[in-house]
């Protein structure tokens, strides 16, 4: 199984809709990330988590919304979608036992019409 | 704020052949951490290499190894007998050393290796 997993991994929604993105882990990391990847942009930083209590705004954070649920899970909302939120979203966790090397989900494609 | 150019938007070499990928990045930071990232075309975000900045030694893993410049902010990976597999996009990264610091990436150069 994998370690970091990601739901939906394809989603098309329509302009104006909620749409929740989720990301669960079985590293026992205690930070999580969620970046987004553009083409010809690389990726770039959302939000991220130290531990359940702790959640720090990224670069571009304006428009989304995240919920650290528990360890495990950390969730991302963009509360009401446009299109140029179309994107491929990963989910990435780190602890120090990894020498913060982050490790990735498989992604998610997201399209808004 | 860090930044990380890679001035190779495509590449392409031979089977069995080695191939270069440049990357620069800007810090006044100290201590860091740098990566490379690999992205087949299936888009999970694979971890090629790693190195510390504070070591002087550049990192190895199997047929990937980087030179790693400090001075002059310089982190290319050397791909060597270079195999189908390794076609992919090739993202450079970079942490400031705080623990749990944000990944700042380039912008990737997509790799292709022919038969």
């Known amino acids: 199984d994998a370690d970091v997993t990601q739901t939906p991994r394809n989603r098309i929604t329509k302009t104006g809709k909620r749409i929740m993105l989720e990301c669960s882990q079985t590293?026992?990391?205690?930070?999580m990330y969620w970046y987004r990847q553009d083409p010809g942009l690389g990726l770039r930083l959302i939000y991220y988590s130290f531990d359940v209590k702790d959640i720090n705004k990224g670069e571009i954070s304006d428009g989304y919304s995240v919920s650290r649920q528990a360890q495990a899970k950390f969730s991302l909302s963009l509360e009401s979608a446009i299109p140029n939120q179309t994107a491929l979203y990963f989910c990435a966790t780190s602890d120090r036992q990894s020498r913060d090397t982050q490790y990735f989900g498989p992604g998610t494609r997201l399209t808004v019409l | 704020a860090q930044t990380v150019t890679q001035s190779q938007p495509e590449m392409s070499v031979q089977e069995a052949e080695t191939v270069t990928l440049s990357c620069t990045y800007d810090?006044?930071?100290?201590?860091?951490?740098l990566f490379w990232y690999k992205q087949p075309p299936s888009r999970q975000m694979i971890l090629v290499i790693r190195?510390?900045?504070?070591?002087?030694q550049n990192a190895t893993e199997n047929r990937f190894s980087v030179n790693f410049q400090k001075a002059a902010k310089s982190f290319s990976l050397k791909i060597s007998d270079s195999q189908l597999g390794d076609t992919a996009m090739y993202f450079c990264a970079f942490m400031k050393h705080s623990s749990g610091s944000r990944l700042t990436f380039g912008e990737g150069t997509q790799l292709t290796v022919n038969p």
């Open positions: 810090t006044s930071e100290n201590n860091y951490y």
């Open positions: 190195q510390e900045a504070y070591k002087q």
């Open positions: 590293k026992g990391h205690d930070r």
